[in-house]
T-cell receptor, first 115, second 118 residues
Framework: AQSVTQLDSHVSVSEGTPVLLRCNYS??????LFWYVQHPNKGLQLLLK??????LVKGINGFEAEFKKSETSFHLTKPSAHMSDAAEYFC?????????????FGSGTRLSIRP | GAVVSQHPSRVICKSGTSVKIECRSL??????MFWYRQFPKQSLMLMAT?????????EQGVEKDKFLINHASLTLSTLTVTSAHPEDSSFYIC????FGQGAYNEQFFGPGTRLTVL
């Protein structure tokens, strides 16, 4: 069975400090993995995606994530947090074995930035 | 590219009325669109998968007679909430997958529609 677990429901960091949002997945097939960001009352915006190319993926707004198969993880990081990064972040996995495959959402991590 | 729009962005209606939400892929064709529902401070819940020219596939527990989905063209899917009640109040989000692309490709999300039923 496929699943995705976001280990922290809420992360709070100070502006200018590093951000780490953790995501672990379970998939029987080679998955595609995504991170999306959602600001209040807005839709989802793609930050980055992994689709079996480079294991270190760089996204928008200075975010990056590393696919670690041995740890079944795809943690999202950013070296220096900005106030505008405050939002909800979703880790998403697609099993990818069929065009009919549905994507599986993590429960989300709310990122707060302290001034 | 790959922009998805939703209309309306916000709707308030009286209990018992029906509400239609449109989801459009603006610059690409989408044979498959998805409808999600999101409650406050929660993740997205897939309601149904909408395929152009065929019946939608509903997730378990989602009433197909309550949430009518029509995908009449490669760029438009509609969700109609029939006889809406206050418990249907929620944030509805659609997404679309590029035509011919498999599940390994991302879905493009609309900005969402906030439905409030009085």
């Amino acid at each position: 069975a496929q699943s995705v677990t976001q280990l922290d429901s809420h992360v709070s960091v100070s502006e200018g400090t590093p951000v780490l949002l953790r995501c672990n997945y379970s998939s029987s097939y080679s998955p595609s993995l995504f991170w999306y960001v959602q600001h209040p009352n807005k839709g989802l915006q793609l930050l980055l995606k992994y689709t079996s190319a480079a294991t270190l993926v760089k996204g928008i707004n200075g975010f990056e994530a590393e696919f670690k198969k041995s740890e079944t993880s795809f943690h999202l990081t950013k070296p220096s947090a900005h106030m505008s990064d405050a939002a909800e972040y979703f880790c998403v996995v697609t099993p990818g074995y069929s065009s009919a495959s549905k994507i599986i959402f993590g429960s989300g991590t709310r990122l707060s930035i302290r001034p | 590219g790959a922009v998805v729009s939703q209309h309306p962005s916000r709707v308030i209606c009286k209990s018992g009325t029906s509400v239609k939400i449109e989801c459009r892929s603006l610059d690409f064709q989408a044979t498959t669109m998805f409808w999600y529902r999101q409650f406050p401070k929660q993740s997205l819940m897939l309601m149904a998968t909408s395929n152009e020219g065929s019946k939608a596939t509903y997730e378990q527990g989602v009433e197909k007679d309550k949430f009518l989905i029509n995908h009449a063209s490669l760029t438009l899917s509609t969700l109609t909430v029939t006889s809406a009640h206050p418990e249907d109040s929620s944030f509805y989000i659609c997404s679309a997958r590029l035509f011919g692309q498999g599940a390994y490709n991302e879905q493009f999300f609309g900005p969402g529609t906030r439905l409030t039923v009085l």
